[in-house]
């Protein structure tokens, strides 16, 4: 797959249109790859959603949401007008055949005014509920049936345990070819992550090092300052381990730990990941305990400002069990990784907002310095930020200046900021770009998918029968609850 190219025609239709992540994310990432010149010169969204909306009407409200959350700034009157003749929008029923009817005859009329086919793709930015009833429908008027053509992307949750991760393989599965299945994790779009696969294999100067002679042990952290805002009813039925572990935080242990890939090709990269995921060791359910932790935030002070307890959200149960933060212990059964720990976590209302990797190597076999150099030793460790900054640390020791030999720990640091001051691309942009493309390097696969249940539900059949009696168990502003340092 060329990823220089530019698509051919294309026609997006997005179910959910009027909803906050078509408004936040998808249409201000598409708008940015039209001013980037990604886009075809034939191209059209279609949104779909259940409110009554003109197409003038839809694209002032496209152009509101653009205004507020594009990486761009504002749109100039210029660009938009452009643009705005690219957005059309339908009010309709996802269970009503003639929605689907209307799909197609705007499909026939594109492709008569652009003198030949189309790419088209279909972004469930639905809830969950509505994926059997659209997936069923598109195949019934035939806009499935074409593998080259007809893409479909699948937010997350995908799923809300093994069984029903399954499930909606199964449907989805049963119309389209899994070549033309998009499972969307928007963490895998982001920079810093991409950049792990070019970290690791790009340099000849890490890979032999990244093994179990070497590395003592992995932590990969997502936390978050923000409570659950206004997603309060998903998240009291999703927790934090299903919300970021089983997607996030396990795809970013899959690229940390994957073997080297043959070639760049999606599906041997997706392979590679995968493998990680079915050589992880399985956890005893009567052993959660020694392998899990689990905590929810109370009232605290975030940056001097007075916060809720997670029950005292909007849409919050008032004597919810839901977890909002979780951290897991993992090891990797094959060669590489035998005997070193995977420390993943993540929380709401911690002290700070960063998500990064920690790579902690192994100390020195043998320190020949004096004693009095050696009072600020530290292991070496490489630090990749995922976000708010984008930078990769490498920390190691280095002599103190003076005349005596003293040792200090000092930082190399790699800033995506410093070093490159064109614009960096939001993870919608790069993956719906892909999805245009077709290339699905950086999607998962149903068995990916499956594997990744299959790790986390040992920790949700336990915490489901062991209720905990503690919660809420940390200040918001902290790190976690007591006890998650070790996990």
């Not at 643009?83 to 269970?95: A, I, R, T, V």
């Not at 070819?177 to 070019?198: C, M, P, W």
Request: hydrophobic share 40%; glycine share 6%.
């Amino acid at each position: 797959m060329d990823s220089t190219a530019k698509p051919t025609q294309t026609l997006i239709i997005i179910f959910g249109a009027g909803g906050d992540l078509a408004w936040r994310k998808l249409l201000p990432a598409i708008y940015n790859l039209y001013l980037d010149n990604w886009l075809p010169e034939n191209f059209m969204v279609l949104g779909l959603d259940i409110k009554n909306m003109t197409d003038a009407k839809f694209q002032q409200h496209v152009h509101e949401g653009i205004d507020k959350f594009s990486r761009s700034g504002k749109a100039k009157k210029k660009d938009w007008a452009i643009f705005e003749k690219s957005l059309m929008y339908k009010k309709g029923d996802f269970n009503a055949a003639t929605t689907y009817n209307f799909i197609n005859q705007q499909v026939n009329l594109l492709e008569k005014r652009w003198a030949g086919v189309c790419n088209r793709i279909f972004y469930m930015a639905v809830s969950p509920s509505f994926i059997e009833t659209i997936v069923t429908n598109l195949g019934a008027v035939g806009l499935a049936a074409d593998k080259a053509l007809s893409r479909i992307v699948a937010e997350k949750p995908f799923g809300h345990d093994l069984e029903s991760a399954k499930h909606l393989n199964t449907i989805l599965c049963h119309t389209f070819d899994e070549s033309q299945i998009y499972r969307i994790d928007h963490f895998l779009g982001k920079e810093t992550v991409q950049n792990i696969l070019a970290f690791r294999f790009a340099n000849a100067l890490f890979e032999p090092t990244w093994n179990r002679n070497y590395i003592d042990h992995i932590q990969i952290t997502v936390a978050e300052q923000l409570g659950v805002e206004n997603r309060g009813g998903y998240f009291d039925h999703a927790g934090a381990l299903r919300d970021m572990i089983q997607n996030h935080l396990l795809q970013l242990l899959c690229l940390i730990a994957m073997e080297p890939p043959v070639s760049f090709n999606a599906d041997e990269i997706r392979n590679r990941k995968t493998d990680v995921l079915h050589a992880i060791r399985k956890i005893e359910q009567h052993e959660v305990y020694k392998h899990a932790i689990r905590g929810q935030y109370n009232a605290g002070w975030v940056e001097g400002k007075k916060v809720k307890a997670y029950r005292d959200e909007p849409g919050v149960d008032i004597n919810s069990k839901t977890e909002t933060f979780a951290s897991m212990k993992l090891f990797i059964d094959n060669w590489r990784w035998q005997g070193v720990p995977f420390y993943v976590r993540s929380g709401k209302r911690m002290n700070e907002t960063r998500s990064y990797i920690t790579i902690q190597f192994k100390p020195v076999p043998h320190q020949s310095f004096p004693a009095e150099a050696t009072g600020n030793w530290q292991p070496n460790s490489i630090t990749l930020n995922i976000q708010p900054r984008m930078t990769i640390t490498l920390s190691f020791q280095a002599k103190r200046p003076g005349l005596q030999m003293l040792l200090n720990p000092v930082d190399m640091l790699f800033d995506y900021d410093e070093s490159y001051k064109t614009g960096t691309p939001e993870a919608y942009e790069t993956l719906l770009l892909d999805v245009m493309q077709g290339d699905t390097t950086l999607f998962m696969r149903a068995d990916q998918v499956e594997a990744a249940w299959d790790v986390i539900m040992p920790v949700i059949n336990a915490w489901a029968i062991d209720t905990p009696v503690n919660f809420p168990n940390y200040p918001a502003g902290m790190q976690g609850p007591e006890g998650s340092d070790i996990f």
